[in-house]
């Protein structure tokens, strides 16, 4: 979608005409592209007028906009993916919950990497990666997510791959080039999980929402002749509902034998992984930890 900026009513609206088309298309979860109630939108940094009346624009869980979103995913029967600018204590949060389909909060995960260099440094980071489990009518599977410039630490689907996640749902909204999306390719293989991702269409972005599956390689088949493309969908720029399917019993058979993951990993060796020092040519003045 394309995003209607702090007008609340319209992202209502128009997300609810996105969420009934994906219904009627079959879908189980519909995705949201990041910040949608403020069409991740922000202000000029010059004008203190304009900050508070964007900090305004943050709203809490049980705000008239997610309860109506709740409410939709039970009349439904679909679980809805709802991103907002949330309100917290200091700065908001860059925040998603996930509505299950009898309309309640399952899961409330907060965009832990925030952009510090940019204009993102007026948001709280979150602080954990929860996991939870999500029923649809598919059957129950084990969600994460990730948001926008979280799927480039690998750290961040690693850590939802080791609490259980089979299935990584990630709102965006920057441009997606061919790095970008090999990126979060690569997020699905090394962890074989299933990966999703909801961006901006034109002109608000570039469109190209993506899913990829987890399984790199035909069972049965040896690895150098069974390699086989894992992208489930990729859409193009303008608006539009796609709907990604993930055969979840083949992912979950693919990984009881594969060897990524956590099969063979050393954590015992991967203690600088959580240090705190950071040595040139790394060093930001804006970067917190």
């Not at 940094?45 to 900050?51: A, G, L, N, T, V």
């Not at 690895?223 to 303008?238: H, K």
């Amino acid at each position: 979608m394309t995003g209607c900026a702090w007008d609340r009513d319209a992202s209502l609206a128009k997300g609810e005409l996105f969420c009934r088309s994906a219904r009627a298309r079959g879908a189980d979860i519909a995705l949201f592209p990041e910040m949608w109630s403020a069409g991740y939108t922000f202000f000029d940094p010059k004008s203190e007028d304009e900050r508070e009346h964007w900090r305004r624009q943050a709203i809490s869980s049980d705000d008239s906009f997610v309860t109506h979103f709740r409410k939709l995913a039970a009349e439904l029967n679909m679980a809805i993916a709802l991103t907002y600018l949330e309100k917290w204590e200091g700065r908001p949060r860059n925040s998603v919950s996930l509505i299950d389909r009898r309309g309640e909060i399952v899961l409330t995960y907060a965009k832990v990497h925030t952009c510090e260099f940019d204009i993102e440094c007026e948001l709280t980071p979150g602080d954990d990666f929860p996991v939870c489990e999500l029923e649809t009518e598919a059957g129950a599977l084990k969600v994460g997510f990730m948001i926008c410039y979280d799927r480039e630490f690998p750290e961040s689907a690693r850590i939802l791959m080791l609490r259980g996640a089979e299935l990584i749902l990630t709102p965006n909204s920057c441009t997606l080039d061919r790095h970008r999306i090999d990126q979060f390719k690569t997020r699905a293989f090394e962890n074989m999980v299933g990966v999703a991702m909801t961006n901006y269409a034109a002109p608000c972005n570039n469109g190209h929402s993506v899913a990829f599956d987890a399984v790199a390689h035909t069972p049965g088949i040896p690895e150098e002749f069974s390699g086989r493309d894992t992208l489930v969908i990729e859409a193009g720029e303008s608006e539009d509902v796609y709907v990604a399917t993930f055969d979840m019993e083949s992912i979950r058979r693919y990984r009881e034998h594969e060897t990524w993951g956590n099969s063979y990993r050393r954590p015992r060796l991967y203690g600088m992984l959580t240090s705190d020092e950071i040595e040139q040519p790394f060093v930001r003045k804006d970067a917190t930890r």
